[in-house]
């Protein structure tokens, strides 16, 4: 497993394989261990793993912040500064005349920056209010500026100090619970260094310090400030080097334009129209690029546990966000076909291709292993990032995805339907027929039985019917064999993975061994709701009939699975249900999101509704930038949903699926290559009116506004696009 600058891994897991997964290797890179096979021993814990739910976080990726709301930096759990992965500054305490502020106010003001605002009364001043404020602005590429004013009546005369120290240690390992002690600090000009494992690190001030302690790494200024004037110092923390071992990734640097247009959304619910914006703002901060193609941005899951390249995480951001534009799924992709395993000729791409017994890790898009939940093994997100990637790169086409840029991406395609087609079991691999885990060795194949998932089916499913158009739009073979393979598909789930009840049936979450159907009740069933675009603004069959799928709208909405702030993973029957646990109970927003449209785009509107609102309520308590996931307990009234302690903030899942839950609500449905775009909304109008002005649909403004009554009106367009609507 890769650490810094790479990535950062997690904190080890009891059940022996961490809860949310690791970051990608760089390309070149083995995929790391395959389901079921032993894992590398977890490094011992010192300390309880560090918890992040109370934690304000800077983040421009990839740097970060970590503080209390005070502002104080007092190297406890994951508080500090980090860049590439590595802690650069752990310690940054403040004091004005031996006090530290009181703290008042401390918030963010963008995804990159905070302030805190914080008041000192000076002792022996006879004024009971008090005289001295002291106001920090912080970025996360480790600048801050300190700024003290005197509101007083007299002349404010006293020393400011702060005191800097450091470990300079991995963040992965701090994650972990593991606190190094500080590093012995040196003088350098206007600050100090701090050198060990391979790397240093540096604090410079402006103006220069008065005096510099470096034994207590303490920088001293005497202040004299006049009543109603005020005093500013700047400060810097710098990595100076890192081991060798590759070049770290880059943030957007600069010039480099964000990867999206900037939307203007106005609706009658307020909540949509802070939702949206504030969760741009939180993926723009987790942008990323390779250092040598600093202009292919891709998003990297979130902070701070997971702070590199996800390949699931970065297709589904890249994907919600194509009416936006095509800029941040076309460099998703490209970076996710220089990471891809290769071996197979590019043109495998019919079903008849491949066969199981060659190498698992040809075609797949490398990803991390995921807990399963208490219901389910664990499994390798590389799965789900292989059929993403045929998704997004047929729906980006549909957007407007360049022609050109599309044929480039074709042979990494064809190899992700070749590794598709070796994953389906025979015999007694799995249930015969289904899609296990993609990427298991030939030797587990043999020996252990394969889980099929529910929502495995649906994204192979979706896979083929996408794959199969590209490649008849193309002219490359195989379109007619992976129509007939997805056709078979569909008719086998029908047949075998509907479990009747007395509710009228539900889908299995998994087929196990044997073809015995695992019955949990879980978020998962919401990817059986996204059936992907189609041609002339249509979407595809799903792999539930009509029926079944109104079966499913009435089981997302019941109480067992909602909690009226969103999905919980495991419906709360469950004897193994744990509102905190990540795959047992949890609220996981993107899931939620998928559910939102889905059922929207099926005609189940009400219920589409009754999730919408309760998403939109917690993103209101948590100011408009949904974490990753939080507490699935019941909505209660005047209460807040609860926070996960391990939850990334801001993460490119739930900030990319903010911007879908609102946008979906129009029902754009391009088609470019057919030259036609269709705008379907949903009658019922949850959002009230809705204008979304600022989108891009091949390449050009598209506005369109939904009436209060359901009526769509295209306000703008590329001329080159027939209108339709729905």
């Known amino acids: 497993m890769q650490t810094p600058p790479h990535g950062v891994p997690l904190p080890p897991h009891p059940g022996g394989t961490p809860p949310y997964g690791v970051p990608l290797p760089p390309p070149g890179a083995p995929t790391g261990t395959a389901p079921g096979h032993p894992r590398p021993p977890a490094p011992p814990r010192t300390q309880a793993a560090a918890a992040a739910h109370d934690l304000l976080f800077c983040v421009a990726a990839p740097a970060l912040a970590a503080s209390g709301v005070d502002g104080q930096l007092r190297g406890q759990g994951l508080q500090g500064f980090y860049r590439s992965g590595i802690r650069t500054l752990a310690r940054m305490e403040l004091r004005l005349g031996g006090i530290e502020p009181m703290p008042l106010q401390g918030a963010l003001t963008s995804a990159a920056e905070a302030r805190f605002v914080g008041s000192i009364r000076v002792p022996g001043d006879p004024d009971p209010d008090p005289a001295l404020t002291v106001e920090r602005l912080r970025h996360a590429d480790g600048t801050e500026t300190v700024t003290v004013r005197n509101a007083g009546g007299r002349p404010a005369r006293l020393p400011l100090e702060i005191t800097f120290g450091t470990d300079l240690g991995l963040l992965g390992d701090i994650a972990a619970g593991q606190r190094s002690a500080d590093l012995p600090s040196q003088v350098q000009s206007a600050g100090l260094r701090w050198a060990g494992h391979g790397r240093s690190a540096t604090v410079s001030a402006r103006p220069t310090p008065h005096a510099v302690l470096a034994g207590a790494g303490v920088l001293r200024w005497d202040l004299e400030v006049q009543p109603g004037a005020r005093w500013s110092v700047d400060l810097q923390v710098e990595l100076e080097s890192v081991p060798p071992g590759g070049r770290p990734p880059t943030g957007r640097g600069q010039g480099v334009p964000l990867p999206w247009s900037e939307p203007e959304v106005r609706c009658d619910d307020a909540r949509a129209q802070r939702l949206v914006p504030a969760s741009l703002d939180a993926l723009g901060a987790l942008l990323l690029a390779d250092a040598d193609r600093p202009t292919d941005l891709y998003a990297a899951s979130g902070a701070p546990w997971r702070f590199g390249l996800t390949a699931a995480d970065a297709l589904w951001a890249a994907r919600w966000t194509l009416p936006l534009g095509t800029r941040l799924a076309a ?287 917690a993103a209101e308590h948590f100011g408009g930038r949904l974490p990753e996931m939080y507490a699935g307990e019941q909505r209660v009234t005047g209460c807040p949903p609860v926070p996960h302690p391990a939850a990334c903030r801001p993460a490119a899942l739930s900030a990319a699926a903010g911007v879908h839950l609102v946008v979906s609500m129009a029902g754009i449905r391009p088609d470019v290559p057919g030259g036609r775009v269709v705008v379907r909304p949903a009658s019922s109008t949850p959002l009230g009116e809705l204008q979304l002005t600022g989108l891009r649909v091949a390449g050009e403004p598209f506005s369109a506004r939904v009436s209060r009554i359901g009526v769509a009106v295209v306000e703008e367009a590329s001329p080159q696009l027939q209108l339709g609507a729905g």
């Open 331 to 617: 460099g998703t992709l490209r970076a996710l076909a220089r990471r891809q395993h290769t071996g197979r000729p590019a043109g495998s791409g019919s079903a008849s291709s491949g066969s199981p017994a060659a190498s698992a890790a040809e075609g797949l898009i490398p990803g991390p292993m995921r807990h399963g939940g208490p219901e389910l093994p664990p499994t390798c997100s590389a799965t789900e990032a292989t059929l993403l990637f045929v998704t997004v790169l047929a729906e980006a086409w549909r957007w407007g995805l360049p022609r050109h840029e599309v044929i480039e991406l074709l042979p990494a395609m064809e190899r992700a339907l070749a590794a598709l087609r070796a994953s389906v079991a025979e015999g007694p691999d799995g249930p015969e027929g289904f899609v296990v885990d993609l990427g298991r060795p030939p030797e587990e194949r043999s020996s252990r039985t394969a889980v099929a998932r529910c929502e495995v089916q649906a994204q192979a499913y979706r896979a083929a019917l996408h794959g199969a158009e590209l490649l008849a739009a193309f002219a490359r073979p195989g379109a007619a064999e992976w129509l007939s393979w997805a056709a078979a598909l569909r008719e086998r789930f029908r047949e075998r993975f509907w479990i009747d009840d007395v509710a009228g049936g539900r889908p299995a979450a998994a087929l196990l061994g044997g073809g015995r159907a695992a019955p949990a009740v879980a978020s998962s069933f919401a990817h059986l709701l996204d059936v992907g675009l189609s041609r002339e603004g249509d979407l595809h069959e799903g792999l539930l009939d009509r029926e079944q799928t109104r079966l499913l709208a009435q089981r997302l909405t019941a109480p067992e699975l909602d909690c009226s702030w969103g999905l919980r993973t495991l419906g709360a029957k469950s004897p193994r249900f744990n509102p905190l646990g990540h795959r047992s109970g949890a609220v996981r927003v993107h899931e939620t999101a998928l559910a939102v449209a889905g059922l929207a785009d099926a005609g189940f509107e009400r219920e589409a509704g009754l999730l919408l609102e309760g998403a939109l309520g």
